[in-house]
């Protein structure tokens, strides 16, 4: 291997470190937040959402206005597919919620 490319190699290595340093760090404060409980906001979004239970209620986030706020079609199809995995644990959907900032 030529010293060039020892050198492209070498910064590879680093920057996966890096990243890899940066992802145990975003985990490690979030870390936490998986023995939470549910919020002040999640009576309204999680818990007492008909959208999440209703027969129906996959097309209605998509193609209808009955949101109990602003339209965020993917948000409520993914606390959908969390409520039918889990059911309203909070560490599961707050796990959800931690690997999806990384």
């Given at each position: ?86 059911g309203l644990r909070p560490p599961s959907a707050n796990g ?7």
């Amino acid at each position: 291997m030529t010293f060039q490319g020892e050198q492209i190699a070498s910064n590879r290595t680093r920057l996966v470190l890096q990243l890899c340093l940066i992802v145990a760090m975003t985990m490690a404060a979030y870390f936490p937040a998986l023995n939470a409980g549910l919020i002040w906001d999640d009576d309204r979004y999680l818990t007492n959402n008909p959208l999440l239970t209703a027969p129906d209620g996959l097309r209605r986030i998509w193609f209808s206005l009955d949101s109990p706020s602003q339209y965020f079609p993917l948000t409520y199809t993914s606390f959908r597919i969390e409520r039918a995995l889990w059911g309203l644990r909070p560490p599961s959907a707050n796990g959800v919620a931690m690997l999806s900032l990384i």
